[in-house]
């Protein structure tokens, strides 16, 4: 059985930063593509960062661009997510994804996490 667990999330004020981390269980995890997706209330959940399964291609949304960076530690089967310099904006529900091969939409992705609050104050 596939398991995806993110955690990290939290209420930090603009311009702080938090790590995002997500656990996979169940898979071969070096063998797959990993992402990033943010839900805000009322809206469609949309793409934020995504990593191959080497870990030697990453894909961003514009709006996270340089600001942040996605990881992953095959060895522990976790892949993170720094978020710095967040604005209020990027408040959402963030959600961890696994795919045969790294995209940018919902669709691209077969196994999903319960997702982790990130809420930022001005």
């Known amino acids: 059985q596939v398991q995806l667990v993110e955690s990290g999330g939290g209420l930090v004020q603009a311009g702080g930063s938090l790590r995002l981390s997500c656990v996979a269980s169940g898979l071969t995890f070096s063998r797959r593509a990993l992402g990033w997706f943010r839900q805000a209330p009322g809206k469609e959940r949309k793409f934020v960062a995504a990593l191959s399964g080497s870990g030697a291609a990453t894909r961003y949304a514009d709006s996270v661009k340089g600001r942040f960076p996605i990881s992953r530690d095959n060895a522990k089967n976790t892949v993170y997510l720094q978020l710095n310099s967040l604005k209020t904006e990027d408040t959402a529900v963030y959600y961890c994804?696994?795919?045969?091969?790294?995209?940018?939409?919902?669709?691209?992705?077969?196994?999903w996490g319960p997702g982790t609050q990130v809420t930022v104050s001005s």
């Open positions: 994804a696994a795919a045969q091969q790294s995209g940018t939409r919902v669709e691209d992705y077969d196994y």
